[in-house]
């Protein structure tokens, strides 16, 4: 049965003109896997770009390292004026620019490995969430040190990761890939090698807070002002 041209709710109607004219936005590989496995996670995962978002307000040109599917960039542009999005995986990268053209925004994607490369321009932010603890801990200051070099010396840089105390409720999927979680301690160390000021941020479920760290699920690490190298 062919669907109705009005809507019996007039306020809606709007969005049904648009759906049928622009078609309905896809969700890209990584947000469609979480909605069909785990559609909870979505309001997570979108309440870590919210405060990304709230902290960038009035930045112009921001860098998103580890973009993955961009699926929260819609979000942080809310307040911001740009984003570029780096992924070391071209598969990712490709989706992300055709979805940034289909919905005409201010989004640029680049391939780039931040362990062994740096990304086109200069940026006065940057975030970067769930890509730390992916990173050999070996290589994690050639990711920090490229992030750090095209940043503006009164550059904003949010890291987000899981914290080390919740790993025995992860699944058997994402301790495989996190081999380099941390507390809060150690990510406060980490960034403040690179960064003048360090606040360190936790997070339960959707609730960003200042309370026990250990007890937190994930953490946010804010690095202000780039320390000049030695």
């Known amino acids: 049965m062919r669907a109705k041209t009005k809507t019996r709710e007039r306020q809606y109607q709007v969005q049904i003109d648009v759906g049928r004219k622009r078609g309905y936005v896809p969700m890209g590989p990584t947000a469609s896997h979480v909605f069909r496995t785990d559609p909870r996670r979505l309001g997570i995962l979108l309440a870590r770009y919210k405060f990304c978002a709230k902290m960038l307000t009035g ?38 620019r055709d979805q940034a053209e289909r919905e005409g925004l201010n989004a640029t994607y680049e391939v780039v490995d931040l362990t062994e ?3 086109t321009g200069e940026f006065d932010a940057a975030y970067s969430l769930d890509v730390i603890e992916h990173i050999e801990k ?57 960064f003048d000021n360090v606040f360190i941020f936790s997070m339960n479920d959707e ?24």
């Open 59 to 96: 930045k112009t040109h921001v860098l998103e390292a580890g973009c993955g599917d961009s699926f929260g960039t819609n979000v942080v542009l809310q307040e911001v004026a740009a984003v570029h999005g780096i992924d070391f995986d071209p598969v990712f990268v490709d989706w992300c």
């Open 117 to 119: 490369d740096r990304p």
């Open 138 to 194: 070996s290589r994690e200051d050639l990711f920090m040190a490229n992030l750090c070099a095209v940043m503006r010396p009164n550059g904003v840089v949010i890291i987000g990761t899981p914290n080390e105390t919740s790993a025995p409720y992860a699944s058997e999927w994402s301790q495989r890939g996190h081999i380099n979680l941390k507390g809060h301690e150690e990510l406060r160390a980490l960034m403040g090698k690179y």
């Open 207 to 230: 609730v960003v807070h200042t309370g026990f760290s250990p007890m937190a699920h994930y953490l946010f690490a804010m690095g202000v002002g780039v320390k000049k190298a030695s």
